[in-house]
């Protein structure tokens, strides 16, 4: 396999990825149009046998022109497409001359009942005579457009009168970018004394169009003076032998040519619109997050709960830094402590009585104890109606956003093959199993404010940690477990020397010596109380919503701006890729033979 | 000819009226009354009748594609030196008019020409600037022959070259101009562009010539040549869609264009007026046509057509106008009757069943006779002492300011509210895809902006209408049921005082946990306790016609505030355009167009 045909592959493959994520947005008419126009041209080109393919060179122009007299000149045969003075327009159906043995080589990529065909001594070359593209004839244009579409080389044609004429501008700048081009004015013999102001004003709108017209591939002939040497000229660029080589790179450059014409610019700056807005929302509905969260957490009853937290925190962090004796009296304090909060902050959650409520309270509250947690849940529940209407508005918006930006909702998928999945259960368990699930699904589900739990968790652990280095430094450690020490220290000391004497001590010493050492540990735990409470620190509200950067409610826009941006990328990489390799073949086919290619990007001004 | 001018005069009147009336109607409904097909026309034309002295004056434009050679025709025809047959395309950028020299006055060509700012012409070259698209640069010259009127023979820009700007130039003077020189090059009188453009001057002109210029003489004899073009013209107009149309006077545009006299000149290195030649031989010269134009009769005609044009167009216009507006009343009244039914269903949802027990207790209380008020009071004194250990320990907990008990009624009205503001544009943007999308009236930004101002406000306190109405029901009931009466008058204090013994053990014990269940006996939630409150005391009746009051009154007060509060933000361009498009005077102007068209029909006949 050729390296060509490698890159050909490549490209078709990422042409067709794209069309895929255009898809995806295929109620943007910008990349619905790119999607049709990249299938069209991944699908379009036929590449096998390229070097049998004679060259298709097509003329396009306005009714009266002259294309076929051009035609008939340059075949040398004055009546091979018929020609007339007053009567417009003159030609309806394509001519193509070619010889017998390219006429093989056209079958594969023309329908050639459409046309008729003549025969001619051309060698890989097949000329095509077209209809007009300005008159009143709809037809006539749509022949010309098929045959245009399937053309390698063409050849714009038209007379001074009819240069500067909108309707054929835009068919030109309409093809400009997909092929290959020579241009012809007629009639010079009109025009002896301006003939080369002509010329200037023709070059002028040439390169308005993007190309840059010389003397090899513009000319200005008259077809009653074809011994001219601008004639001479134009009919040994038309017809002259071309190598097999090249002529085989030029699949490649039409397939390349429908790829650029597919990625419109303008769809790149619709979908970098699309991009910003998204972008800017995103932003804009994060920061009302954050904000409501940080609304909610101020007010009094969160204030207050996040108080305690912080505290309690610091009570877990006194266990660990004081140590030793003390530790014990701590420990069991967190975990009844733990009871009480967990109680107290589940009535403020509540508001109100109900049996059910009590009974979870309780259950709740019990977990709290055995596993030492705090139940930080609790607060983020604690914050409020207004802060969850706010969240479901939220989610409102982004859904109505995307719904405006024509973008499809990414969780439809997700919830329909959840629901799949469950009815599927629901089939093998007779029913039963989907009951369960859908009653599980109901506590498992995630409330919006869960997010915010893990951040404001880490963050009293660490204003707790803060607070306890700076509370319980080594002194407190020392002096708090000081007479404890002393009174175990007593203890042992006694014990053991009268274990040494064999002299055993009654069985009440060590009763006694246990209330005495309990009683050693109470100046010192009322210390690490007084300190405790003596604590102020407060979460600094501000900087934890700020943690929030992802927040779940705009979870839709964001997955939205992804997939935006991955169509973004495709698109750029796949243009960047197409005008490198347009380039490359661009020098390669540098020849007169194969005329010229608009450096125009299609769609700007 | 008199008769002319009476019947110009006729239509003078109605149209100014007409174009009065139709612009307020078309401004207002946003649409701009120059898109109306014909509006301009008749604009101008009767603007410049009113402004005629005592010999009408004519205007006749050359109009055709770049090339056709109409500065080297308006040039021989008028002796003006503008530049014309050079190789530029186009060639003319700006119009040029020739006036006689009696017209030789810019306030009077201003008035003649409305909408153009006339300049007189100093260097033929300005023609080639294309600077101010209103601008008419204007010359004198010496009309031959012409007499009985004063005729302005005009040169515009093509309508096909890539200056797309000089189209609307040309556009402008042919609503203008009453008679219109066709001209076209061999090559191009089969253009769908130029084709198209002849439609438009058989619609809008009064009189129309046709001339081919530069017929090639080498291909034979030039009158030939250009026969055989006017024949294939001719030819394919009769199958085009568009010359079926018909004038004011009833022909088609297919037959007028067929009347109308057809020319050719051959091409020449020196053009001369003398080459123009009418292709029937027996038909007078161009000359002697401009020479022999009938004013009034011209005049008319070019008035009719426009007139036409534009009474078509404005009963078009008033057709839309009414199908919008029929639009805009349907969507107007399925979103208020939407709203309405939102407003029930939230007031259907929340009765306050508490609020009932109150009333029913404080009727029969107000109702009690000494000797039970005797018994209740110390039950009086603890419940009132109790209250107040409640609102210390409330104190304690931090509870400052008071927590009345309608308060959860209100918290679930505004989260029905809340919902009821999120859905129901969604209803809507899905019953009318087109006002979806970031400019469309229900866009999501719209849609959130009128949630977040709805949501600082809060509902109407309920009015107490249904309270009063209420209390009546309970004073009947109360005579028919005096043991109940006097049992719910006492029972209560008893209730509460118990409750406040059970809130005491519980403040030490359990520091409040409990508290909330004295609430309870207080006010019943919406379900069972209430329900089961008024079956024992044969109150259900009385509860049920309280419910229903309560219910339309609810629903009464939520409706107006939706409307008000959020609906008239969100929907304002809907129920604003809805009043506009109402108060038009749409009949009217419906009338007017109607008498235009009779009147057209009565000159069209003259």
């Known amino acids: 396999m050729n390296p060509g045909n490698l890159q050909v592959q490549a490209l078709k493959e990422k042409a067709g990825r794209l069309a895929g994520f255009c898809d995806r947005f295929s109620t943007w008419p910008e990349t619905l149009r790119a999607s049709l126009r990249l299938r069209e041209a991944v699908g379009g080109i036929e590449f096998d046998r390229p070097e049998i393919r004679p060259v298709l060179i097509v003329f396009l122009g306005g009714t009266g022109v002259g294309k076929s007299h051009l035609f008939n000149l340059l075949l040398d045969r004055p009546n091979a497409s018929e020609v007339s003075s007053a009567v417009r327009p003159c030609t309806s159906k394509p001519k193509l001359a070619c010889s017998l043995r390219d006429r093989s080589g056209l079958q594969g990529f023309l329908d050639l009942d459409t046309v008729d065909l003549i025969e001619a001594p051309l060698e890989g070359v097949v000329l095509a005579d077209c209809p007009d593209i300005d008159s009143v004839d709809q037809a006539n244009r749509e022949r010309t457009r098929r045959l245009v579409h399937a053309a390698d080389i063409v050849v714009y044609v038209t007379d001074p009168e009819k240069r500067a004429n909108f309707a054929i501008h835009q068919e030109v700048e309409e093809w400009s970018s997909r092929k290959r081009w020579y241009f012809v004015l007629t009639k010079a013999d009109y025009w002896p004394k301006e003939k080369e102001e002509i010329r200037a004003d023709f070059d002028k709108r040439l390169i308005e169009l993007g190309f840059s017209p010389g003397p090899r591939t513009r000319f200005f002939i008259s077809c009653l003076e074809p011994a001219q040497p601008e004639f001479q000229e134009l009919r040994k660029t038309l017809l002259g032998r071309r190598s097999a080589e090249l002529r085989a790179l030029l699949p490649m450059d039409q397939f390349l040519g429908r790829l650029k014409h597919a990625l419109d610019p303008a769809l790149g700056k619709g979908i970098e619109a699309n991009l910003a807005r998204l972008r800017e929302v995103e932003a804009q509905l994060d920061a009302r997050l954050r904000n409501a969260y940080y609304q909610a957490l101020r007010q009094s009853e969160c204030a207050d709960a996040l108080k305690t937290l912080v505290r309690e925190q610091v009570w877990q962090q006194a266990g660990e830094r004081v140590g030793l004796f003390l530790w014990l009296p701590i420990w069991v304090r967190n975990r009844f402590a733990a009871l009480g909060i967990s109680w107290s902050l589940g009535q403020i959650l509540m508001g109100r009585a109900s049996l059910f409520g009590l009974v979870g309270l309780g259950l709740s509250s019990l977990l709290a104890m055995l596993r030492g947690h705090l139940p930080y849940k609790k607060v983020a529940a604690a914050l409020g109606p207004a802060f969850r209407q706010e969240v479901e508005s939220i989610r409102h918006f982004v859904r109505l956003k995307l719904e405006d930006l024509k973008i499809p909702l990414p969780t439809e998928e997700k919830e329909e093959s959840e629901a799949h999945a469950q009815e599927k259960k629901g089939w093998g368990l007779m029913g039963v199993g989907a009951a369960f699930e859908s009653i599980a699904a109901q506590f498992r589900k995630k409330q919006p404010e869960d997010e915010i739990i893990a951040f404001l968790r880490a963050d009293l652990e660490r204003l707790g940690e803060r607070a306890g280095r700076k509370k319980f430094g080594p002194m407190v450690a020392v002096l708090g477990n000081l007479l404890p020490c002393v009174a175990v220290g007593d203890i042992l000391y006694r014990a053991a020397s009268g274990w040494i004497a064999h002299e055993y001590l009654p069985w009440n010493f060590y009763g006694m010596a246990l209330l005495v050492f309990l009683g050693t540990l109470l100046p010192g735990f009322l210390w690490v109380m007084q300190r405790v409470w003596s604590t102020s620190e407060v979460p600094d509200l501000k900087e934890l919503v700020e943690q929030v950067r992802e927040p779940e409610a705009t979870q839709g826009l964001r997955s939205a701006r992804i997939s935006v941006e991955e169509l973004h990328r495709e698109f750029h990489g796949l243009l960047e890729q197409t005008s490198q390799t347009r380039a490359i073949l661009a020098e390669e086919l540098d020849s007169p033979l194969f005329g010229e290619v608009s450096r125009k990007i299609p769609g700007s001004v | ?606």
């Open chain 2, 1 to 606: 000819m008199n008769q002319h001018l009476e019947q110009i005069q006729k239509l003078s009147k109605l149209a100014g009226e007409f174009l009065a009336l139709g612009e307020q109607v078309a401004l207002a409904a946003g649409v701009s009354p120059a898109t109306l097909d014909g509006w301009e026309g008749l604009r101008k034309r009767h603007a410049a009748f009113l402004q005629q002295g005592e010999k009408p004056v004519l205007v006749a434009t050359l109009y055709g594609p770049t090339g056709a050679g109409k500065s080297t025709v308006f040039r021989m025809l008028t002796g003006i030196e503008v530049p014309a047959g050079g190789s530029l395309r186009p060639c003319s950028m700006s119009c040029a008019a020739a006036v006689p020299g009696s017209l030789d006055d810019p306030v009077r060509l201003a008035a003649l020409f409305p909408d153009s700012r006339c300049v007189k012409l100093v260097r033929p070259e300005d023609i080639r600037n294309s600077d101010d698209p209103a601008k008419l640069l204007y010359a004198t010259y010496q009309a031959a022959h012409v007499s009985g009127i004063h005729l302005v023979l005009v040169d515009v820009p093509d309508f096909n070259a890539v200056e797309k700007s000089n189209w609307d130039k040309a556009h402008h003077m042919l609503e203008r101009a009453e008679v219109v020189l066709f001209l076209v090059y061999p090559n191009a009188y089969a253009d769908d562009r130029v084709v198209e453009e002849l439609i438009r001057c058989c619609r809008k002109s009064a009189r129309l010539a046709y001339l081919i210029t530069m017929v090639p003489p080498e291909a034979g004899d030039p009158r030939e040549e250009a026969g055989k073009i006017w024949n294939d013209l001719l030819k394919k107009a009769g199958g085009i869609q568009g010359f079926q149309q018909r004038r004011s006077t009833g022909e088609s545009l297919f037959d007028f264009l067929r009347e109308s006299q057809a020319f050719f000149s051959p091409r020449s290195a020196v053009p001369a007026l003398d080459q123009i030649q009418p292709i029937d031989p027996t038909r007078p010269s161009l000359l002697s046509l401009l020479a022999g134009l009938e004013g009034e009769k011209i005049l008319l005609s070019g008035l009719l057509e426009p007139a036409l044009g534009a009474a078509r167009a404005v009963d078009n216009f008033l057709g839309t106008l009414a199908s919008r507006l029929e639009t805009l009343r349907l969507r107007d009244e399925a979103t208020r009757s939407e709203i309405k039914q939102w407003a029930q269903s939230i007031a259907h949802h929340e009765f306050p069943a508490g609020r009932l027990i109150q009333i029913t207790v404080e009727e029969a209380k107000r109702r009690r006779g000494t000797f039970l008020r005797w018994i209740s009071k110390p039950f009086e004194y603890l419940s009132n002492g109790g209250k107040k250990i409640r609102d210390l320990a409330d104190w304690l907990k931090g509870n400052r300011g008071d927590a009345p008990p309608l308060k959860e009624r209100e918290a679930l009205e505004r989260s029905r509210l809340h919902e009821a503001v999120l859905q129901l544009p969604q209803r809507w943007r899905g019953a009318w895809p087109d006002l979806v999308g970031e400019e469309g009236m229900l866009s999501a930004s719209r849609c959130d902006a009128a949630l977040r101002e709805f949501e600082k406000l809060s509902p109407p306190a309920p009015g107490v209408d249904w309270e009063s109405e209420a209390r009546k029901d309970l004073e009947t009931w109360a005579r028919e049921n005096k043991t109940k009466s006097w049992f719910l008058a006492t029972v209560p204090e008893v209730i509460i005082s118990a409750s406040t013994a059970v809130l005491v053990v519980d403040l030490f014990i359990t520091g409040g946990a409990f508290t909330a269940i004295a609430l309870a006996s207080g006010v019943a939630s919406v379900g069972g306790i209430g329900l089961k409150f008024f079956e024992e005391n044969n109150l259900m009746s009385v509860a049920r016609a309280a419910q229903e009051r309560w219910k339309i009154q609810r629903a009464g007060e939520l409706d107006p505030y939706l409307n008000s509060a959020w609906a008239d933000r969100l929907l304002e361009r809907l129920r604003s355009s809805r009043a506009l498009l109402e108060g038009l005077p749409r009949e009217k102007l419906a009338g007017l167009s109607r008498q235009i068209k009779e009147q057209v029909k009565e000159g069209g006949a003259a």
